[in-house]
């Protein structure tokens, strides 16, 4: 028993030691012994450990390793809310928070504030009971976050084990995980050297790191961690300032931020601020503002909350970062609904936390309002999480040679032409059927219920068509085989041959639903069906002029643009020709009098679910008689056509007088 009590005295001796050595480290910055004689204790303890696996206790340092991978995080309920910040981006804005603080405390007096600098990291909960740590959880969406004890254990920072023996039976503390710097260029230099993927910024790879199933991954980042505060204490009284708690906690051996200052008074703040802001580029991490909270927890409880953010704390942000850099090039990009956006390529540049290489310019008229050329150096902008930007030109640096940016005379992707409309700043792509930067989005809108209603055909799937190169137009569809089909992820032979059918089924359609299939822009359901009332045929409506355009209901200048051009596109032309080759038809478009009809001219709505026919058949049926049907009730409504269970839209037209008839007096109208 002698062997086995020497053992169990040295394995405690060891983790004291280890413990205090890890505080000095991580917490003091001050180091007594070397890595190796670090390395040595470690490994006698782990030898102890490994010889007797029943001495391992699970705030050993040993167990810092990282356990076996989960399959997912629990959640976990917070017992008090983690509330976010407030902000405030000036001085004024900080003053005005200071007013309010007086006002509510109905005391005119100074208040001393504690001032701590505001990591870019990760809000983290960590709770320990009888001073072990027992549960860590990520802020989440403040009442509910994921536990992620297994990864902070491995964490060197955070004590595993409480110091001292005052410590209370239970305690939440609350605090940030971040990177400090050198870790992250350390962790880049090696995901360059790995030809991995490359970090972002520090607080992406602290929040990447700390969110890994797999905490031996979580094990090899150089996590760090600093204590803002106490969520609950049972057992025990906290002191009466925060000052004094952050001096108790750090007995306890938890790392508090070494910025931590006091200041009284709003002059004192600011004085605070400055300072931060000035050395801000030689901490060893990043931050992104200051972080002013009343200092004394009475005045806490009495200014109390707001429903997200506690009235007694505010966040004043720092100016945004600006460097200068010079423009490689700008690309012109296709989104998916054919706008085109200018892009500046940059010579890389780090600002805000960041490498910047490429930021968007917006559109054509933002690249002449800031007259951003090829050659140029300009100041670039990113504060925070925000979009980086260009600032301004340095029109002092400018080339002799640059010439002013001009947006292609047709679509970079396709070559379509460009559809400019006067007076509006995005210039989009007018082939919208052909145009591979728009294609998923143009067969995801062909294939919906009120375009062709192919039933089957989701956007996931549409997605992995596209991007096996299966499908590039809205044509190709017709021609997928069922073998196609059935090789995607989660189609099984079954599900492909029911998608085959629904595609067969839609072949037959009816002029208005192909045309509002086309996806023209601002051709809705509506637009479409007085295209085909008014034209009757495809032929006749792609022949017309924007002239012929403008004499139909619901088509003004901009709209017969947008036709008239998408018509114009080869390309657009032969998608069209290839759909009607593979099947796709309707019937005649036939002209109807509606001299006779009561409803000729009529400006009708339909609400509410129908037991006879669909609301879709009711407004063809409507439409058919001469109606207009329209979504919504105005003054301007003649009749409400009712169903079960109506809505808003029943008691608007009620209140505004417009006659309601319901289903069975419908269809006695229609037989008259």
């Keep these: 028993m002698t062997g086995v009590n020497n053992k169990i005295a040295r394995a405690q001796q060891l983790r004291k030691e280890i413990n205090r050595h890890n505080q000095r480290y991580y917490q003091l910055d001050a180091p007594q012994i070397s890595d190796f004689d670090y390395d040595m204790l470690m490994r006698e303890l782990q030898d102890i450990e490994a010889a007797c696996p029943e001495l391992i ?7 810092r390793v990282g356990s076996e991978p989960l399959s997912t995080f629990q959640q976990v309920k917070h017992r008090v809310p983690m509330l976010s910040l407030d902000n405030a981006f000036g001085l004024e804005e900080f003053r005005s928070f200071d007013s309010r603080v007086r006002k509510n405390l109905q005391d005119d007096s100074d208040v001393e504030y504690i001032i701590e600098p505001k990591l870019d990291g990760l809000a983290i909960s960590l709770l320990y009971k009888k001073g072990r740590l027992v549960q860590a959880a990520t802020r989440g969406d403040g009442k509910t976050g994921e536990d992620v004890t297994e990864n902070v254990k491995t964490i060197g920072a955070i004590p595993l084990l409480l110091s001292g023996n005052d410590y209370p039976p239970e305690l939440e503390v609350r605090g940030e995980v971040f990177m400090p710097l050198s870790g992250f260029e350390l962790l880049n230099k090696q995901a360059t050297k790995n030809g991995t993927k490359l970090f972002a910024n520090p607080r992406n790879a602290a929040a990447g790191s700390l969110r890994q199933l797999d905490s031996k991954i979580t094990s090899q980042r150089p996590l760090a961690f600093y204590v803002y505060g106490v969520g609950y204490c049972d057992g025990m009284t906290i002191p009466d300032t925060l000052a004094a708690l952050f001096l108790l906690l750090e007995t306890w051996g938890l790392p508090i931020c070494d910025q931590i200052t006091k200041a009284i008074g709003v002059d004192q703040c600011d004085e605070a601020y400055n300072t931060l802001l000035n050395i801000r580029p030689r901490l060893p991490y990043e931050i992104d503002g200051v972080v002013h909270k009343v200092n004394a927890f009475s005045l806490q409880d009495k200014l109390g909350f707001v429903s997200r953010a506690p009235r007694w704390a505010i966040a004043r942000k720092f100016p945004a970062q600006e460097k200068m850099t010079t423009v490689l090039d ?32 917006h559109n054509e008229e933002e690249v002449h309002r800031k007259d951003v050329r090829v050659g140029d150096t300009v100041v670039v902008r990113r504060a925070g999480d925000v979009i980086p ?8 640096k400018r080339p002799n040679n640059t010439v002013q940016f001009v947006l292609p005379m047709v679509c970079p992707v396709c070559q379509s032409d460009l559809d400019r409309v006067e007076g509006e700043t995005i210039v989009r792509c007018s082939g919208g059927l052909f145009c591979r930067a728009q294609s998923k989005e143009a067969i995801k809108h062909f294939a919906s219920r009120k ?3 192919i039933d089957g055909l989701g956007d996931k799937i549409v997605e992995q068509l596209v991007e096996q190169s299966m499908i590039s137009t809205p044509a190709d569809l017709y021609a997928l085989t069922l073998e196609q089909l059935a090789g995607l992820e989660r189609m099984a032979e079954k599900s492909a041959n029911n998608l085959l059918a629904s595609l067969e089924k839609s072949l037959l359609t009816t002029l208005p639903r192909f045309l509002y299939a086309l996806g023209i822009r601002e051709v809705g359901e509506v637009t479409a069906i007085s295209l085909a009332e008014y034209f009757y045929t495809l032929e006749n409506l792609m022949n017309a002029s924007e002239e012929d355009l403008l004499t139909v209901d619901d088509v003004g200048p901009v709209v017969a643009k947008h036709i008239s051009v998408f018509f114009r596109q080869q390309n657009n032309l032969d998608v069209i020709q290839t759909l009607l080759d593979r099947g796709v038809q309707w019937p005649e478009m036939i002209a109807v009098s509606h001299q006779d009809s009561v409803l000729a ?10 037991q006879e026919m669909t609301r879709d058949e009711a407004k063809d049926k409507l439409r058919a008689l001469g109606a207009k049907v329209t979504n919504s009730v ?16 029943l008691a608007k037209a009620e209140s505004l007088g417009v006659n309601v008839i319901n289903e069975l007096e419908f269809i006695n109208l229609v037989k008259k």
Excluded at 634 to 649: A, I, Q, R, Y
């Design 389 to 396: 930007e260009i600032v301004s030109v340095v029109l002092d």
């Design 601 to 610: 001219g009529k400006v009708v709505v339909v609400t509410g679910s129908l």
């Design 634 to 649: 105005s003054k301007k409504t003649d009749f409400l056509l009712v169903g079960e269970s109506p809505g808003s839209k």
């Design 451 to 453: 375009a062709m209603d």
């Design 330 to 361: 700008i690309d012109v990009q296709v989104g998916r609904t054919g706008a085109l956006t200018p892009v500046a390529r940059l010579a890389p540049v780090f600002v805000g936390g960041v490498t910047v290489t490429n930021v968007t310019l």
């Design 57 to 63: 206790t699970v705030d050993s340092p040993t167990q």
